[in-house]
Antibody
Framework: QVQLVESGGGVVQPGRSLRLSCAASGFTFRNNDMHWVRQAPGKGLEWVAVIWYDGSNKYYADSVKGRFTISRDNSKNTLYLQMNSLRAEDTAVYYC??????????????WGQGTLVTVSS | QSVLTQPPSVSGAPGQRVTISCTGSSSNIGAGYDVHWYQHLPGTAPKLLIYGNINRPSGVPDRFSGSKSGTSASLAITGLQAEDEADYYCQSYDYRVSGPNYVFGSGTKVTVL
C-alpha cells in the first residue's frame, strides 16, 4: 500500500534552516508529481510547493518563494523540502502528498502523517 | 485569508444530511478548474473524499457526494454518522502567470450532535 513518511521536523530559531524528508513506498515514486502542504496551528491547509515527477519543474506558494526549495531523489524514493530563513509564521505541520493525475490541478490522493516544524527563539 | 470560502462549521444529528459550500471566483472554480474535497481528523493524514468535482475514490462511502456550479462547489453528507465528525476542505487550482497555484478552502468543522 502507498505510504508517505515525513521526518526532519523540530524546533528551530528564526532565520535558521531545516530540511524535511518524505520517504515514499508502495508505488512507483518516479511516476508522480509530489507536493508539500502545511497547516499552521489553528489554521487551514496551505499548499507550499510542487515538483514534477522527473524534477524538471518546481513551483512555490508566494509565501515561501525564494526561501524554500523542493527537490526529490527518485533513486531513493524520497522527497525533500529545504527551508531557509525560517520565520515564526512558518510554524506548522508539514505534509507531503502525492498528486494523483500529474501536471494539472491535483488532487492529492495520498498524504503522510506530517512532521511539526516550530520556529521560535 | 483563504482563496476559497467555506462555512466555519456545520452540524447535524445522526442520519441527517448536511452540505458544505465552497465559494471561489472566476480565476479558480469559475474558470472551470476541478474541485476536490478532503476529510481531516486532527493528528492524522488528510483523506481524499471527492475528486474531479463528483468522483469518489475507491473505499469512500456513497454517503459522500460532490457537485459544482459556476464559481461554487458543494459536498453533501447523507446519513450522517459519528465517524464523520472531522474537518473538511475543498481544493482547486487558481491561475497565475508564474505557474501552478493550488488553493484550499478555509475549512469546515462538521459536528455530529
Amino acid at each position: 500500500q502507498v505510504q508517505l513518511v515525513e521526518s526532519g521536523g523540530g524546533v528551530v530559531q528564526p532565520g535558521r534552516s531545516l530540511r524535511l524528508s518524505c520517504a515514499a513506498s508502495g508505488f512507483t515514486f518516479r511516476n508522480n508529481d509530489m507536493h508539500w502542504v502545511r497547516q499552521a496551528p489553528g489554521k487551514g491547509l496551505e499548499w507550499v510547493a510542487v515538483i514534477w515527477y522527473d524534477g524538471s519543474n518546481k513551483y512555490y506558494a508566494d509565501s515561501v518563494k525564494g526561501r524554500f526549495t523542493i527537490s526529490r531523489d527518485n533513486s531513493k524514493n524520497t522527497l525533500y523540502l529545504q527551508m531557509n530563513s525560517l520565520r515564526a509564521e512558518d510554524t506548522a505541520v508539514y505534509y507531503c502528498a502525492r498528486d494523483k493525475m500529474g501536471g494539472g490541478t491535483g488532487p492529492f490522493d495520498y498524504w503522510g502523517q506530517g512532521t511539526l516544524v516550530t520556529v521560535s527563539s | 485569508q483563504s482563496v476559497l470560502t467555506q462555512p466555519p462549521s456545520v452540524s447535524g444529528a445522526p442520519g441527517q444530511r448536511v452540505t458544505i459550500s465552497c465559494t471561489g471566483s472566476s480565476s479558480n472554480i469559475g474558470a472551470g478548474y476541478d474541485v476536490h474535497w478532503y476529510q481531516h481528523l486532527p493528528g492524522t493524514a488528510p483523506k481524499l473524499l471527492i475528486y474531479g468535482n463528483i468522483n469518489r475514490p475507491s473505499g469512500v462511502p456513497d454517503r459522500f457526494s460532490g457537485s459544482k456550479s459556476g464559481t461554487s462547489a458543494s459536498l453533501a453528507i447523507t446519513g450522517l454518522q459519528a465517524e464523520d465528525e472531522a474537518d473538511y476542505y475543498c481544493q482547486s487550482y487558481d491561475y497565475r502567470v508564474s505557474g501552478p497555484n493550488y488553493v484550499f478552502g478555509s475549512g469546515t468543522k462538521v459536528t455530529v450532535l
